[in-house]
């Protein structure tokens, strides 16, 4: 997959806006963005060991640095920094985002979580 044309973060900080060439833009927000890590913090090393992440709804992206030519390692404001999105794991969450989203909150639901604790 070939890099994005823009990388545009929002001016409050909470909504990154993905431009691909022959592409509409693809707007992920960070509390989306956040709980959709693919670092092991929030994946795991397995389907099983995946973590449902609550109390993000106020995260914003501190800052974004790119990873080679095929990635950006964002850095959102609790700190964490340890996913690498990959231009095509961008595109895939800008495609199932709605289906991924209803999983987080029933996920939420089923555990007793909330997004703002």
Not at 20 to 33: M, N, V
Not at 62 to 71: C, D, F, H, R, S
Not at 84 to 109: N, P, S
Request: aromatic residues 8%; glycine residues 6%; charged residues 30%.
């Amino acid at each position: 997959m070939t890099a994005p044309t823009e990388l545009r973060v929002s001016k409050d900080r909470r909504l990154l806006t993905v431009t691909f060439a022959g592409r509409d833009p693809i707007a992920l927000d960070a509390e989306y963005l956040r709980i959709t890590s693919p670092s092991a913090e929030v994946q795991g090393h397995s389907p099983e060991q995946r973590v449902t992440v609550p109390g993000k709804r106020n995260v914003a992206i501190l800052k974004m640095e790119p990873v080679g030519n095929y990635a950006v390692r964002i850095t959102f404001d609790d700190r964490h920094d340890t996913g690498i999105f990959t231009w095509a794991y961008l595109c895939q969450l800008g495609d199932e985002r709605e289906t991924r989203w209803a999983a987080y909150l029933a996920e939420l639901d089923a555990q007793g979580l909330s997004r703002d604790r």
